[in-house]
């Protein structure tokens, strides 16, 4: 791999990086490297801190750049107000269907197997965390941030029309919130995948046992890309508009 392309790797951040080509997820997934929450650090200080060879994981990603895309939906191109309509159409319904599904799961396979696996009292109790936290967080990104967010890309391609006045100030307050809540979201389903040792089944599970598994993987892959869209693209684009707005 050229020096340039080392340096490239080693000084972007996994949230950059994974806005560039969501190809690099598979590797970020692959080893544990969080580029949703933790997307702010830089592949050597992540692999720094996993104790891995940041030579295998550059070359893995760098690799990754000549896998063919099957589609890869340029995030990273579409308007802001886009992106926060496709998050909520896409995302925040998926959480909203999904969820219902996911408790009533939890809920059915600890009464049935908890004397034999206590970890799933532990896993049903985090599934009710999330889903209040979450429901709560996405009705404030629907009623108050994203609704802001498109006042900003407005006023922007409208110069004669002033920014509103907000309650919150500027827009970092109501992101720097979000951001906190997406890590706490992160961690609960990391305390999860911990706790059923990455979503491994017991010997003989019922069809029930097997289907929150999945669902929980589904639903801790889907969290992740909602999570990095918001923090890697649409935060950080929005904080840049009101910066220009009001300079």
Known sequence: MPVSEVNILKEETLGQLAAKDLRKVVIFRKYGLDFCCGGKKTVKEACAEKGLDIATV???????DKTPVTMALPYDDWDIDFLADYIVNTHHTYVKKTLPELRFFATK???????????????????EVINTELLAHMIKEERVLFPYIKELVWAAKNP???????HF???QNPICTMEMEHESAGEVLLEIRKLSN???????????YSVLYRMLSEFESDLHIHIHLENNILFPKALAIEKELIS
């Open 169 to 171: 100030g500027t827009i």
């Open 198 to 208: 990455d979503f491994s089944l017991p010997q003989n599970a019922c069809g029930s």
């Open 58 to 64: 550059e070359l893995e990603l760098q690799m990754a």
């Open 109 to 127: 396979v600890a009464r049935a197997h908890e004397a034999r696996h206590p970890e799933l009292s532990a896993i049903q109790h985090l599934v």
């Open 160 to 166: 004669q029309i002033p920014l509103p006045a907000t």
